[in-house]
C-alpha cells in the first residue's frame, strides 16, 4: 500500500495531491501511511505538497492537521480557477509575445490579431509557441519567467502546464497530452491515440490498424478552409484514401453533395447505396449512343476500364463505381 501511495506522488506534477480514501484501514495502520506519505511529499516536493483525507477517516485534530483544503497554500494555489483566460484558453495568466513585445491572452489571441486584414501584409507575422519566455499573472500583474506557479502570489497560472510548449490551461477536462515526436500537445488523452510516424502526426488508436497511411497526411493545409492541419485545433478526420481534412468542412462538402477526395477524387464514404440507386436510374433512360465505346479512369479503384459511352455516368467494370472519368 505504502509504495502505491509514494508511486502516485512521483507521477504528479505541479500541486503534488494525495487522496487517502482507505475506509477499510485501522487507525493506527493509516496514521503510519500518512505520515510516511507525508515525509516523502516534504523531502522531495517542499513547496508543493498538499494531502488531501476525507473528514470521516480522522479525528478533529489529524483532519485540521493534514486537510490541504483549507490551507492557505492550496486556497492561494487554486484562487481564481476557470475565471481569467479567452475564447481559446481558461487560464490565469496572459503572455508577452517575443515577437513583437506585446502583451495578449495566448498565443491564439496574438495570431489572429496580427494575420487581421487591417494589418498591413508585410507586418504580419505569428507567434512561434516555444520561444515565448515571460508571462503575466492574471491575478497580481507580476511578469516573470514561463512557469507554472506565480513567484509573486504563488497561484497556479495552468492547472495544465507544458514546459515544452509553454502551454497553461486551467480546463483539464481536454485530457491534453505533450507528443514529443508531434513536438506539440495535444488532447483527448494519450491512452486514446497513437503516433503514426509516416502521416507524421497522432491518430486515434480506432484508425491504428485502418488507416491508409500518406507521407506528412497533417502536414498540410486543410484543402478546403486551407488552415494548416498539424497545428489546428478544430477536429480532423482521417478520410478512406488517407488524406485529411477538416472534420466540419467534410460535414459541409456532404451538404453540398460533394462525397470525393478534393485531392485525390477517391469517394470520401460507403457510396454503393446510391450506386445502387443510379443503376436504378439509369436503366429506365434510353440512350442514344449504344455504339459509342469509350476508356474510363476509376477514381475509387484505379482501374482503366472500355464501357459504352452514357451522357449521365459511366460505370467501373471493376468495383462498380460511378466515381469515373474519361481518358
Not at 487517502?20 to 510516511?36: D, G, K, M, N, R
Not at 496574438?110 to 492574471?138: F, G, M, W
Request: hydrophobic residues 30%; charged residues 25%.
Amino acid at each position: 500500500m505504502r509504495f502505491l501511495l509514494i508511486g502516485a506522488v512521483r507521477r504528479c506534477f505541479g500541486l503534488v495531491s494525495i487522496c487517502l480514501v482507505f475506509s477499510s484501514i485501522q487507525q493506527p495502520e493509516l496514521h503510519a501511511v500518512v505520515s510516511s506519505v507525508t515525509a516523502f511529499c516534504i523531502e522531495s516536493h517542499p513547496a508543493k505538497c498538499i494531502i488531501l483525507a476525507g473528514p470521516s477517516l480522522f479525528d478533529g485534530n489529524d483532519t485540521a492537521r493534514i486537510d490541504g483544503s483549507k490551507s492557505d497554500e492550496y486556497e492561494r494555489f487554486e484562487k481564481g480557477l476557470m475565471q481569467y483566460g479567452c475564447a481559446h484558453y481558461r487560464r490565469r495568466c496572459r503572455i508577452r509575445a517575443p515577437c513583437c513585445n506585446e502583451i495578449f491572452d495566448c498565443r491564439h489571441c496574438h495570431n489572429e490579431s496580427k494575420n487581421s486584414i487591417k494589418i498591413d501584409t508585410a507586418r504580419r507575422h505569428e507567434l512561434p509557441r516555444h520561444e515565448l519566455q515571460q508571462v503575466i499573472c492574471s491575478l497580481c500583474g507580476t511578469e516573470q519567467e514561463v512557469q507554472q506557479t506565480c513567484i509573486s502570489c504563488g497561484v497556479c497560472m495552468g492547472k495544465y502546464f507544458c514546459e515544452v510548449c509553454k502551454l497553461f490551461d486551467d480546463d483539464v477536462s481536454k485530457e491534453q497530452y505533450h507528443c514529443h515526436v508531434c513536438g506539440i500537445c495535444r488532447i483527448g488523452g494519450r491512452e486514446n491515440f497513437f503516433h503514426c510516424s509516416k502521416c507524421g502526426c497522432c491518430y486515434s488508436k480506432v484508425l491504428k490498424n485502418s488507416h491508409a497511411c500518406v507521407e506528412g497526411a497533417m502536414h498540410h493545409d486543410c484543402p478546403i478552409c486551407f488552415e494548416y492541419l498539424f497545428e489546428s485545433r478544430n477536429d480532423v478526420s482521417v478520410l478512406p484514401c488517407g488524406h485529411t481534412i477538416h472534420e466540419k468542412c467534410l460535414k459541409e462538402m456532404k451538404e453540398h453533395c460533394q462525397f470525393a477526395c478534393p485531392l485525390c477524387s477517391k469517394s470520401v464514404c460507403d457510396m454503393s447505396k446510391a450506386w445502387e440507386r443510379l443503376d436504378a436510374e439509369l436503366a429506365t433512360l434510353s440512350n442514344s449512343f449504344d455504339d459509342k465505346m469509350v476508356r474510363i479512369l476509376c477514381n475509387d479503384c484505379g482501374a482503366v476500364s472500355e464501357v459504352q459511352f452514357h451522357l449521365i455516368a459511366h460505370k467501373c467494370h471493376n468495383c462498380k463505381s460511378y466515381n469515373t472519368r474519361q481518358i
